[in-house]
């Protein structure tokens, strides 16, 4: 895997509502764990991975979680779980907080003993987030199955989600149903994200539901990764 060079704090601080200031200082602080990216790049080695299909932004994710301290983090998408290791290394930092993931892994085509293959398949043996350090996982909750079942769920059974990360492929009318119930979870001043691939636009699932909560979505430089911040609060009757 390939280390981030050039994060976007200004996306970070649109997105958490604080000064590019303390975005920098926040991604400052996810460059400075050193350990778990050798520890990711050592895994992803062993296993013939150069690349990884993840959001390609994981010191981003890292300040986002820093700087909002959610108590609840939902995840869609994990595959080797680079993502994933650094929201927890900055809820472990903040001292609270759960991330709830969600994944569905691919099962490579290749023999089984064999390395390489998709980046997104799972090696032989492996399992989601087979790459996390064994000592993040603590304020893991990793729940294997279909997003459209998982989710209502993760609706039911948590008070509030103050950060969510959307990192699978999606279309836009299933995408708008999922994003529609997980509405009422998300405070005012809750971060969603939506991976749309390498140099993807913009959804029509996400504009709408930024245009229900009062936000417009940003877009983080050279990605086709965009969030917004939950502007409003979510209006009696406005999920259907």
Known sequence: ??????????WVAELAGV?????RSAIGEASNERSLYRHLA????????????????????????QLLRPR???EVGVSSGVSSAYLLAALERNGAGILHSVDRPSQPRSPVGSRGGASWTLPPGRTSGWAIPPSLRGRWDLRIGDKARVLPLRVKEL??????????????????REFRALDPLLPKGAV????HGPGG?????????????GSRPVRRTGLGLFGMQ???PLSAGAVT
């Open 1 to 10: 895997m390939n280390e981030e060079k050039d994060p976007d704090a200004h």
């Open 19 to 23: 000064p590019p200031a303390a975005a």
């Open 42 to 65: 050592r895994e992803h080695r062993a296993e013939g991975r150069r690349s990884y299909i993840e959001i390609d932004a994981p010191l981003e994710l890292y300040a986002l979680a």
């Open 72 to 74: 609840h983090v939902i």
């Open 159 to 176: 008070p509030a989600v103050e950060l969510f990360v959307y990192d699978v492929p999606h279309d836009c009318l299933r995408s708008a």
């Open 192 to 195: 969603a994200i939506v991976d």
């Open 201 to 213: 636009g913009l959804c029509t699932a996400l504009r709408g539901w930024a245009t229900r909560r």
């Open 230 to 232: 939950c502007r409003t």
